[in-house]
């Protein structure tokens, strides 16, 4: 069974940064398109960094050039390095299969990034 724990959360100012890891276990991770999902309060998760299993990334609008989306196959993780970041990037994060997203599927308790001064 597949799991995933992100951490690196935290609260940072405006124009701050930080870095998110997600650690997988199960089999296979090598050939899955991972995602970068975030929750704010009181709207739906949204996807906001994808990365294929050849390492090509795909950012949402909103955070293009700002975040960078990363794997490591031997390591069985993926990252996520937010720079500038804004009020409105605050959210729970979470790291999941993209096919186990679709399905609703694969959620952990995901990591809280609040962005304010």
């Known amino acids: 069974q597949v799991q995933f724990v992100e951490s690196g959360g935290g609260l940072v100012q405006p124009g701050g940064s930080l870095r998110l890891s997600c650690a997988a276990s199960?089999?296979?991770?090598?050939?899955?398109?991972m995602g970068w999902y975030r929750q704010a309060l009181g709207k739906q998760r949204e996807l906001v960094a994808r990365i294929n299993s050849s390492g090509f990334p795909d950012y949402a609008d909103s955070v293009k050039g700002r975040f960078t989306i990363s794997r490591d196959n031997a390591k069985k993780s993926l990252s996520l390095q937010m720079n500038s970041l804004k009020p409105e990037d605050t959210a729970v994060y979470y790291c999941?299969?993209?096919?186990?997203?679709?399905?609703?599927?694969?959620w952990g308790q995901g990591t809280q990034v609040t962005v304010s001064s």
């Open positions: 999941n299969r993209v096919g186990l997203a679709l399905a609703g599927k694969g």
């Open positions: 199960g089999t296979f991770f090598t050939i899955y398109e």
